[in-house]
């Protein structure tokens, strides 16, 4: 059972959709549909899912980033500040971006769209921090950003060189330092070891262990790589088609993973000395445009049961860290 800790962040019946007008004809994309999450202090929570489940959007919904054709439908966000829950939702443009200095950081996917191609790292540095804090001078953001960049054991040299100029893993490590570099109490991390091969990707996932142990804060990572979330997160949230449909510690989860969907992502990851085929997830993800009755997995599930195609079920709590939206596990 893991400690209990103070919950960061918070949400209740999160609905997002993006409204898109196709041939004339309008689609609710429903990417994020009904999403309830705790995410507690010092911890790493992961987020898994094919791609097109709602991962990006949910971490943008979050983020509180709700710019058209995205749309937050319903629930509420929740931070902690201060000792108290804010409903972030509800805050004023100003008060977003002072949030955004204080308390919460975003590592989006790919780390070139971060930076200005024209300008050396430390220019990248010095736009980021001193758009959040007008009264730093030059100097004390570039002595603040080689602070950083010595702590995660960066070379000292990078701030003067080019992004163009520096490997696709060094460039996202950069990323996480620039993430980091306002020490925010949660920073969200989309896909940071994609297009990276293993060897760079261990020093990426080390890169930010090493940042969420010195910051002692909070990281939210989404990735569909099972093998990135077994060597960094503490707990995993299974996303599909824009539902939590299984979460635990990241022990249960591979251990014991209950939903069916959880079970065919852990079973096709490929283990030492066993040559068997991987059985991958049959059939295809479902149009988050056009999402089917009931359970949304049971035209793929094969222990699918008539109730499944007509009820979404609720969580069952295998325990207390241990829920599972599966009418095969516990009540449904």
Known sequence: MIEKKQTVLRTEHLKASYILEIQGTQKIVKAVNDVDLQIYENEIYGIAGESGCGKTTLLKTLFNEIVPPLRLVDGKIYYRINYEEVDVTKISPEEKRKLRMEYISYIPQGSMSVFNPVLKIKGAFEDFIGSHIKAQSRAEIFELARKRILELGLPKNILDVYPHQLSGGMRQRVTIALAASLNPRIMIGDEPTTALDVVVQRGVI????????????????????????ANVADRIGIMYAGKIVEEATTEQIFAQPKHPYTQFLINSLPKFGDKSVRESVPGSPPSLADLPQGCPFHPRCPHVKEICRQQMPDFSHVDSNHRVACWLVGEG
């Not at 930010?208 to 010195?214: E, I, N, W």
């Open 206 to 229: 080390q890169m930010l262990k090493d940042v969420q142990k010195s910051l002692k804060n909070t990281i939210i990572l989404v990735t569909h790589d099972m093998g990135v979330h």
